[in-house]
């Protein structure tokens, strides 16, 4: 799929740290209870950290208890891309910065958590940044 940014790996590289350019473009995961933002509750977006698009809003943000920040729903749906992914001998849904196509992390469903997507989206601290609500 074409992206909106579209950048070299050499560039992507000198513009990450090497944990960012590991998660975003490799598809990594950062290890749980780590991140920053895993146990925030401060308002705001949280954006994409290699291109800086809108993603979650901090009101769709729940404690899951999980090890990474979790959301029920994203800020706008066509705010990030889902591709099926079968690594490491299982079937999960990847998500993705829909504008430049970094690495976020996954969305479960049917989990019973009480939100009302019964979503539970899974993503890496490092994918994010987190910025003011500007509405």
């Known amino acids: 799929m074409p992206y909106d940014v579209q950048k070299t790996e050499e560039q992507w590289r000198s513009e990450l740290s090497p944990a960012e350019y590991a998660v975003l473009r490799q598809a990594g995961t950062e290890p749980p209870f780590s991140g920053e933002y895993n146990e925030t509750s401060a308002p705001g977006v949280y954006c994409c950290r290699a291109c800086g698009a809108e993603l979650f809003r901090s009101d769709t943000k729940f404690a899951s208890h999980c ?69």
């Not at 939100?115 to 509405?135: E, F, H, K, M, W």
């Open 67 to 135: 090890g990474w920040p979790s959301f029920y729903d994203p800020k706008d749906s066509d705010a990030v891309e889902l591709i099926e992914d079968r690594s490491h001998g299982m079937v999960r849904t990847e998500v993705r910065c829909a504008r430049c196509g970094s690495h976020l992390g996954h969305v479960f469903e049917g989990e019973g958590y009480p939100t009302p997507t019964d979503q539970r989206y899974c993503i890496n601290s490092v994918s994010l940044r987190l910025a003011p609500d500007g509405d």
